[in-house]
């Protein structure tokens, strides 16, 4: 390019005029994947009102107006402005609870709709604000430049401004500026492999339709990852220890699956998603059938390995009263028995995934899934 427009000439300039609101397919499955109960009051237009006019809802979304047009054009200051506040959250929570016929997690839609505002949160911050993120040698948007920044920074406040159809744009820019922040800095992951019991997943679903389970010691071999550190390289010196564990410990008979989990996640932006690397090595390198094979391909931590390998077995049919086995390196393992690791679920999950039971080997472990693990919590937007 030439030439560059100053900050200040483009922040906050009109987006482009459009006859009407288009669908976007991947910001759509992004938000039905991120905001499911937000998503859903943006597809009902009588819900979306009715929440509009909740007690205290207008005045609140009225000052959250002010507050980002007072901003322009700076678009740090726009980004700060689609914060919620706790009093913000807390509205909006007994709001949504007044709309019984919204479905929603176990424990609620007030307590839902606060974890998917704190969700929208976390995005702002960690894509919009460059907060350090929990995480952060596989989180956030890395070193960019400083342009770069501002162009994902402009590019998100036009496309939270334009139309989207089935799309909670009305009731406040927050969520679709969220969402954009996420594609502009190609940070969709979370979205990869839906629908996730289709594709490679499609057969083990099939066979375990039709599974006696009563015939197996354990529902399930948990396989989790330990990802790579060097860019370009599928599998880590850990995964290819855990290949073997795996492979040894199903040929013998008492495990129907194993769940290989492990997302897009070492180094940052990988192209590599460690559980379809590791389903591959299994089925090429050890013979394993593929429908013995589930993959997990959003875990980007210990806590949802076993989180959404709980998932997986819900999904499954699974009997959720039965031990499944973690097979990993003892190191691993070690920690995913330890004290602090209870704390990590705790503090990220905010519930434990399931129960850590009996000690098999210094690679196994007896784990009890927990259906808690259903709930979705978007504070990790790459892994739901």
Not at 31 to 53: I, N, T, W
Not at 120 to 139: C, E, H, K
Request: hydrophobic share 45%; with cysteine; glycine share 8%.
């Amino acid at each position: 390019m030439a030439s560059l427009l100053t900050a200040a000439a483009v922040a906050f300039a009109p987006a482009p005029a459009c006859a009407g609101a288009a669908r976007d397919t991947v910001t759509e499955a992004l938000s039905q994947r991120l905001f499911p109960l937000l998503d859903a009051v943006g597809h009902d237009p009588a819900a979306l009102e009715r929440l509009k006019g909740g007690a205290g809802v207008s005045t609140l979304l009225r000052a959250r107006q002010d507050r980002r047009a007072a901003c322009e054009p700076d678009l740090g200051c726009a980004a700060q402005a689609m914060i919620w506040t706790a009093a913000e959250v807390a509205t909006m929570g007994r709001a949504v609870a007044a709309l019984t016929d919204l479905s929603a997690a176990d424990d609620g839609a007030s307590a839902q709709i606060r974890r998917e505002i704190e969700g929208v949160n976390a995005i702002v911050r960690t894509y919009g604000l460059g907060q350090v993120p929990a995480y952060p040698r596989i989180d956030g948007a890395g070193m960019i430049d400083p342009q770069e920044r501002e162009a994902r920074l402009q590019a998100a406040d036009w496309l939270s401004r334009t139309s989207r159809d089935l799309s909670a744009q009305t009731l406040d820019p927050s969520i679709d500026y969220a969402l954009a922040l996420l594609d502009v800095s190609d940070r969709t992951d979370a979205i990869g492999y839906e629908p996730l019991m289709g594709g490679a997943n499609a057969s083990a679903m099939a066979r375990a339709k039709t599974l006696d389970w009563r015939r197996y010691r354990f529902s399930a071999m948990i396989l989790t990852g330990v990802g790579p550190e060097i860019d370009g390289m599928p599998l880590s010196p850990y995964g290819k220890y855990h290949l073997r564990l795996a492979a040894n410990r199903f040929a013998q008979g008492d495990i129907p699956f194993i769940i290989v989990t492990g997302g897009r996640a070492h180094p940052r932006a990988t192209r590599f998603a460690e559980a379809e690397e590791m389903r591959k090595a299994l089925i090429e390198r050890y013979g394993v059938p593929a429908d013995a094979i589930l993959i997990e391909p959003y875990a980007r931590h210990t806590t949802t390995n076993l989180r959404n390998a709980s998932r997986l077995l819900m999904a499954m049919g699974a009997p959720l009263d039965d031990d499944a086995l973690i097979v990993c390196n003892p190191q691993q393992s070690a920690m995913i028995e330890s004290v602090q690791f209870t704390k990590r679920n705790a503090d990220e999950l905010g519930y434990q995934p399931g129960r850590i039971g009996r000690r098999l080997s210094p690679t196994e472990l007896a784990f009890r899934p927990s259906r808690l693990s259903a709930r979705i919590d978007p504070r990790d937007p790459l892994d739901p």
